[in-house]
């Protein structure tokens, strides 16, 4: 219970982080939105801002979750806290150096690279995409550290740094939109990339300023070459995955010059509920799944001899354990994404209305990108479910099986994407994603059940059914009342719909939890018998 209760506030901490830095990131949004609409300027900056995001991925992104976290926690579950920090300052120096490398490179072909992503962009908005991806690129190597520095805080357990992180990237891009958008044009948004990105940094090393990474580079050192090993099937399926994002600009370039603005914006939407609640919970569940795997797993690699020994209060603990905590995240983050999921369908043309459409982005926009919404939004529960999956492989330190159904998800999406993009146009590619997250997730379910043992008996199906009944009958007593509150709060105003979507959220929040709190469903129960707790201390 003690475990669950750290998990549960772990998660609380980074889902406020996550609000935040999602709320800005609407915000941003909404200030590219106002300043700059769904335009070919709008796409050349889209296009710009994918080669480091690509890079990051790539060499770092991919790897805090599969090898930084696992690897560093074993060493700070151990006690051996020395030989980590020398570790890690291995492991920055490294990433500085190849990071810097990959964006002088990257800078130096660059015309080929932006040719590649959008070919149907006119000649002087790839230009301009070509100026800006060059100027853009630097902030990898900040974005790098940050990273490593957030990996090291995570396996530590101290999760509030990481999480507010976002917070001052998104802070930077909207101060700059703000001051010199009319200035500097689209490259205000570029400008604002390196300034957050440099934020993003400072706030992570302020989190460790009791203890830094002792620099060094040993490449020898055991933990260096596990990370390496781990790694390594990782970076080959995100150079897959990399590929099937070039594809998906590049084809989503040939539906219009607008489209690539639009699935932005769409997806803006998409990732808030994933980084709220999903995001926020595979990160606080990561190192508690890691020590268990780590004490528990008959996988042992051909390197274990190189792992740091288990602290004896962990020696012999009960297998279960790792099982019990998967489940715990899995029916944690489906009780919430089903119905944020059923809210956002129903309601997803008022939200669009509200957060975007002002100044260029006009009710043209606004239609498209609630219909690209639509088919985003049905992968909400795949994608929650997909991504604790792969959090529970990279805990095993089996790196792997995700990387190979990773390689067949993207060419899931591109077959499917092919051929929707002929039927539908854009909304084809939305659609096709969610064919890939439904695909990728329910295979990894597969090849995770035996090895675990199953997650029968965990209460997974019957948080899944609750989660279902409580967010229809919250939709039919929505259903009921929506038509009342539109007229009285007069939604067709700009105050109107934010009362009116005010008044949804409060409808949806107190009948579906209300529901599940009188059905007795714990993770309905639990955060407010914490708080009760609180009190009485």
Known sequence: MSERRAIVTAAAIVMLGNVASRLLGVVRELVIADRFGATAATSSFVAASTVPTMVYDLLIGGAISAALVPVFSEYVAAGREPELRRAVGTVMVLVTLVLTAAALALIAVAPALVSLLVPGLEPAVQAQSIALTRLALPAVVLLGLSGVAAALLNSRQVFTYPAFSGTMYNLGIIACAVLFAFSLGITSLVIGVLLGAGLHLVLQLSGLRRGMPSLSFDLRHPAVSRILRLYAPVALGLVVSQIGVVIDRNLASRTGEDSLAVLRFATTLVQFPVGMVVTATTTAILPTLSRHAASTSAEAPAYA???????????????????????????????????????????????????????????????????????????????????????????????????LVGVAGVLVFLTAGVVLIQMMGMPGLALANTIQHVFHSLVLLALIWRPIGGLQGYGLGGAIGKAAVASTATAGLWWLLAPGVATALGAERAVGVAAYLVAAGAVWLGSYCGILYVWGVPEMRMPLAMVRVRLRR
């Open 305 to 403: 001899e190189a792992r740091p020994a288990a602290p004896a209060h962990l020696n012999g603990s009960d297998p279960g354990r790792y099982t019990r905590t998967l489940a715990l995240g899995l029916r944690m983050v489906l009780l919430t994404v089903i119905p944020l999921m059923a809210l956002m369908i129903v309601e997803r043309e008022p939200l669009v209305r509200l957060l975007f459409q002002r100044g260029a982005f006009d009710a043209v926009a606004t239609q498209r990108t609630a219909m690209a919404f639509l088919f985003y939004a049905p992968q909400l529960p795949f994608v929650a479910l997909d991504l604790l999956l792969i959090a529970a492989f990279y805990a095993r330190q089996n790196t792997r099986t995700p990387t």
